[in-house]
């Protein structure tokens, strides 16, 4: 892949990226993993997205005032001066240069247009019904999931499709994506309960988090930590269910630079979930998980076979650390030994390559080094798997 050279920018995609470094962390350097315009259109669905998401996050917004935004903020795409300046959220900077995100999305091919307003469309419907209600079940935590993370990932599937990088089948399958939605949400959701819990916001499943407490909120209370820890390993199982999706989705890909892009997040998220399961820290503080494992999985995840491996590593640190007393112990089990069997039907686990030519020559390396895009990797491995 050739270098993303600045010069041939203009100078509001130039602005585009500098937001996608400064809002998106470690999804940076993902997306700077595609080939040229592709490169571009997801660049700008991604700001679009996180430019509703700020709208949703921000609380100082009123409900009276956030509500319409979202239902007629795919209208916006289309109007050259809307921009919102009244955010106090740190990603503000997406809405009050939403004229720039907004002149490039209209510079997009239609293929495009189309399917990022019609994302973006569903996304805010979604998200204005539960800010009106509370994510009572599980099945409405995967509907929130499907609304919040879960369109991204079929859109993303479609123009693959349709662009013919990959087969028909990818972007006819949503269900597969979705799952590959849900996996990454929820692990953010898993991730940051006290961030949330901190800024008012709730998104654990009142189904499982009732049997542990009265309040969300209670988790947080020392005296509670046990029963905190057993929701958390409870809602870390759950997502664990949607490892096998997640690989029959990568392994149907065929290109390269869309199989970095895809396998990336969800190398990561299985790692924080390992760093996460049976932690106290998720109630006191922020997880992360550590720099030097951030720069390897970003080398490793670049075939199937070290995916599988990947994967494989990690939720055997998390079978290790099952307390016998979980209530979630044996489903635990069976979902991790149900995962590690897949990753090694024949009992045997190919150790990841860390240094293969296929790494030193992939577009994760080349693009992150491109125009002057170290810093979007700086901000990885400063803020390891935050933003996912």
Request: glycine residues 4%; aromatic residues 10%.
């Amino acid at each position: 892949m050739p270098p993303l050279e600045q010069d041939a920018l203009s100078d509001s995609l130039q602005t585009c990226y500098r937001h996608l470094s400064q809002t998106s962390r470690s999804f940076a350097a993902v997306i700077l993993a595609l080939d040229g315009e592709l490169r571009h259109a997801v660049c700008i669905l991604y700001l679009v997205l996180r430019a509703l998401d700020t709208v949703e996050d921000d609380m100082t917004i009123s409900l009276e005032t956030k509500l319409p935004m979202l239902y007629d903020f795919d209208s916006y795409l289309y109007q050259p001066d809307w921009r919102y300046l009244e955010s106090k959220h740190k990603d503000k900077q997406v809405l009050e240069d939403f004229p720039t995100i907004s002149l490039e999305f209209r510079n997009l091919s239609k293929v495009y247009r189309d399917e990022i307003t019609d994302v973006c469309h569903k996304m805010g419907a979604g998200m204005a019904e539960f800010l009106q209600k509370k994510v009572d079940s599980l099945h409405e935590w995967d509907k929130y999931c499907r609304y919040s993370f879960g369109l991204f990932s079929i859109a993303l599937s479609h123009l693959f499709s349709v662009l013919e990088l990959e087969d028909p089948i990818g972007g006819q399958d949503t269900e597969l994506a979705n799952s590959m939605g849900l996996f990454l949400q929820k692990t953010n959701i898993i991730r940051d309960y006290l961030e949330d819990q901190l800024e008012g916001r709730e998104f654990w499943p009142r189904e499982v988090w009732s049997r542990y407490a009265k309040e969300l909120s209670d988790l947080t209370k020392p005296e509670n930590i046990n029963m905190a820890l057993q929701c958390l390993n409870e809602l870390i199982t759950n997502a664990l269910h949607h490892i096998p999706d997640v690989l029959i989705y990568l392994s149907r890909l065929k290109n390269q630079s869309v199989f970095n892009f895809c396998a990336i997040p969800p190398v990561m998220a299985i790692a924080t979930l390992a760093a996460c399961y049976n932690n106290k820290q998720v109630f006191r503080g922020v997880v992360k998980i550590r720099k030097g494992q951030t720069v390897t999985l970003i080398m490793d995840a670049t075939n199937m076979q070290s995916v599988k491996a990947i994967m494989h590593q990690y939720v055997g640190e998390i079978y290790r650390q099952i307390p016998s007393t979980d209530p979630s112990s044996n489903k635990t089990q069976q979902i991790a030994v149900s995962i590690q069997t897949i990753c090694s039907p024949n009992g045997t686990v190919v150790l990841r390559n860390r240094y293969s030519p296929i790494y030193l020559s992939c577009a994760v390396l080349l693009a992150a080094l491109s125009w002057q895009y170290l810093s979007a990797m700086s901000e990885v491995l400063e803020e390891d798997v935050q933003d996912m």
